[in-house]
């Protein structure tokens, strides 16, 4: 479960990344960023098992 977590944030960075410098897409890609960080972030608080 924590690596599908840890792939879906680097998915949702990616997809952040491309919209911010690509399309300019407003508030949506801002959402994804946010999601993955938390993502991220309780990856890190759970530890790396």
């Known amino acids: 479960m924590g690596s599908l977590l840890y792939?879906?944030?680097v998915i949702l960075i990616i997809a952040w990344l491309i919209?911010?410098?690509g399309y300019h897409a407003g508030g949506l890609i801002h959402i994804l960023l946010v999601i993955a960080v938390?993502?991220?972030l309780l990856r890190i608080i759970r530890?790396?098992?």
């Open 7 to 9: 792939l879906i944030a």
């Open 38 to 40: 938390i993502a991220i």
């Open 19 to 21: 919209g911010f410098l």
């Open 47 to 49: 530890g790396a098992s």
